[in-house]
């Protein structure tokens, strides 16, 4: 056993995959690739709010962890890279649309509208799309500080590592996130603004 | 403390922290407060569910990628296969490049005895213009010179032994007001 707990075979088989990938072998990459997309397409989806600029961001980040793969010596080290690019990249990619808040709290009010609490009767599809549209008016260092807590299930000093803030600064970010999320889920925000 | 004085409270309570001195009392008491913590904890567990993503998604997303991995490497093969060809061209050719005979070193006479080439003096014509504005010049025909001494003061020894051809190449002679001057206006030549 390592020290880790992984098997030593199933270990050495993960660098060989990751070797392999580095050497040029696309089926290697794409078994790594299997492994990895679908978590990175969902914290994605997550920091965009957008399935589209999800996909956009998740193969540009593929692409790069390919051009990178020579840097790795495990397969552990992936995804925790393959995180951080994500997250830069969608951080890139909001600053480039630069969305306005305010035309995210439109669509979120014109979905809401008539309901008195649209969690309620919502299926549970359309309470991810209530939740996603929530986060999306959330300030961009909010959301990455609580969707990489929550989905990612990050410490708070991972999580400072990976935005670049001090770890006192990301636990305040993550307060006033999960307070603001739970007034717009719940209709609040809707009605202390009239 | 007022219920919303307490929200900070319960938000920390939910990411894990401790509850604050007071806090458990306050929501046995405060069912509005009670309700904002079970909501949390709500918000909390869908957030860390994953979005359902259908199979579709990830497929393109996957192939997509995959497709970008094998052009890069297409054209990685391309330009290395085109590297590899110049490189063998070019290791050929510097294999296959004639012999040079080797140069024998040239022996360098002294350069006392070697011929010395002076250029002529380069003309200037706005001096040359004021001097002859104030002086009373004087244009003649081409007239017998004595070309040895006229030579012998504009060309080295050496190099008038190898100037060619006769001294009728004189144009103009200009006198100027003073008579150790003179001006005298040269055809152009080629030495060979």
Request: charged share 30%; hydrophobic share 40%.
């Amino acid at each position: 056993m390592t020290v880790d707990g992984a098997l030593p075979g199933v270990q050495g088989m993960a660098d060989d995959l990751v070797e392999r990938a580095g050497a040029g072998s696309v089926a290697a990459f794409e078994v790594l690739v299997r492994r990895h997309d679908r978590r990175m397409l969902a914290l994605a989806w997550r920091l965009t709010g957008q399935l589209e600029d999800a996909q956009d961001v998740i193969q540009d980040a593929l692409a790069r962890l390919h051009a990178n793969l020579h840097r790795f010596q495990s397969e552990d080290e992936i995804g925790p890279w393959l995180r951080v690019v994500t997250v830069n990249l969608c951080r890139d990619l909001a600053r480039r649309k630069r969305r306005s808040p305010v035309v995210a709290g439109e669509e979120w009010n014109s979905q809401a509208a008539g309901e008195a609490n649209p969690e309620e009767e919502a299926s549970g599809q359309q309470r991810e799309e209530i939740l996603r549209s929530a986060l999306q008016r959330l300030t961009g260092k909010e959301r990455t500080a609580l969707v990489l807590r929550e989905l990612e299930g990050l410490t708070t000093a991972e999580v400072a590592k990976i935005t670049g803030v001090a770890e006192a600064t990301v636990r305040v970010q993550i307060l006033h996130a999960r307070l603001k999320l739970r007034k717009l889920l719940s209709g609040r925000l809707g009605r202390e603004s009239q | 403390m007022s219920c919303r004085e307490w929200e900070e409270s319960i938000a920390l309570l939910v990411d894990g922290d401790t509850a604050a001195p007071g806090l458990a009392e306050h929501l046995e008491g405060c069912s509005g407060c009670s309700q904002l913590l079970q909501d949390l904890r709500t918000d909390q567990e869908r957030l860390q569910k994953a979005p359902e993503i259908v199979s579709t998604a990830c497929d393109a997303v996957r192939e997509a990628a995959l497709r970008k991995v094998s052009r890069r490497r297409i054209a990685w093969g391309r330009w290395t296969a085109a590297a590899a060809v110049a490189a063998a061209l070019l290791v050929a050719g510097i294999w296959r490049r004639p012999e040079v005979p080797p140069v024998e070193p040239i022996e360098v006479k002294p350069q006392a005895q070697a011929p010395r080439i002076v250029e002529k003096p380069a003309y200037a014509p706005p001096k040359a213009r004021r001097r002859v504005r104030t002086a009373k010049a004087t244009t003649v025909a081409p007239r017998e010179v004595d070309w040895d001494r006229a030579l012998a003061e504009w060309f080295p020894v050496e190099t008038r032994r190898e100037r060619r051809g006769s001294a009728s190449e004189v144009a103009m002679q200009i006198q100027t007001s003073d008579p150790d001057v003179v001006i005298l206006w040269l055809k152009e030549e080629r030495f060979q």
